[in-house]
């Protein structure tokens, strides 16, 4: 599975910005797709994933209520829609997929390449 990250840039503090991730290869089928993100000086964390079967979604405690993941099974592509965006949302947003449910660092199966999200305040 190769993984196609897009949609990031320069925002300012309150504003918004939609990530969008597509798959090629194979389908994201039964897997999780999800992001994560790592700011400069700090370690890589979780940020969201959705279940392709069923759409159950999981939030970063950070995130939640201010960002929604989705998928659109037609177009084999995960979103990232990010609103209130806060200069501590800054760094480079990692998109995955894994076949565990919850996603973490140690089994993401697949990495794309990131996509750098700014936020001036």
């Known amino acids: 599975v190769q993984l196609q990250a897009s949609g990031g840039g320069v925002v300012q503090a309150g504003g918004s910005l939609r990530l969008s991730c597509a798959a090629t290869?194979?389908?994201?089928?039964?897997?999780?797709a999800g992001w994560f993100r790592q700011a400069p000086g700090k370690e890589r964390e979780f940020v969201a994933s959705i279940r392709w079967s069923g759409g159950i979604a999981y939030y970063a405690d950070s995130v939640e209520g201010r960002f929604t993941v989705s998928r659109d099974s037609a177009k084999n592509t995960a979103s990232l829609e990010m609103t209130s965006l806060q200069p501590e949302d800054s760094g480079i947003y990692y998109c995955v997929a894994g076949a565990a449910i919850r996603l973490q660092s140690g089994n993401v199966a697949y990495w794309g390449q990131g996509t750098l999200v700014t936020v001036s305040s």
């Open positions: 290869g194979r389908s994201f089928g039964d897997y999780t």
